[in-house]
């Protein structure tokens, strides 16, 4: 069993920066790749990125690209989602998941929430303008 558990949330205003992180706990996470998404009231969650292994792939939803910043520390056991020029419609609901099972491999796979067997419950995030 591997638990995740959200932390950094909270409100910011537009143009801010919020740090995410998700520290995991009953199995090292090194072993396995960890994924981001992002629900907002009345929508389907979404992806908005992931980290491999190593920390040395991510990918990132166009919508985040070169605004937020996936890392991971190991040796904490814990990963982060650095998020910069904050807009909006970035508020929701952000999630941390842990795919236990395979590598890194494409986009397609880690944009997949079916692709994760472990969730954290979850940080709000919300940005005023």
């Known amino acids: 069993q591997v638990q995740l558990v959200e932390s950094g949330g909270g409100l910011v205003q537009a143009g801010g920066s919020l740090r995410l992180s998700c520290a995991a706990s009953?199995?090292?996470?090194?072993?396995?790749?960890m994924g981001w998404f992002r629900q907002a009231p009345g929508k389907e969650r979404e992806f908005v990125g992931a980290?491999?292994?190593?920390?040395?792939?991510?990918y990132y939803a166009d919508s985040v690209k070169d605004r937020f910043t996936i890392s991971r520390d190991n040796a904490k056991n814990t990963v982060y989602l650095q998020m910069n020029s904050l807009k909006i419609e970035d508020t929701a609901v952000y999630y941390c998941?842990?795919?236990?099972?395979?590598?890194?491999?494409?986009?397609?796979?880690?944009?997949?929430?079916?692709?994760?067997?472990?969730w954290g419950q979850g940080t709000q995030v919300t940005v005023s303008s």
């Open positions: 009953g199995r090292t996470v090194s072993n396995y790749c």
């Open positions: 980290i491999s292994r190593s920390g040395s792939t991510t």
């Open positions: 998941a842990a795919d236990t099972n395979a590598a890194m491999g494409t986009f397609s796979r880690r944009a997949a929430s079916r692709a994760y067997d472990y």
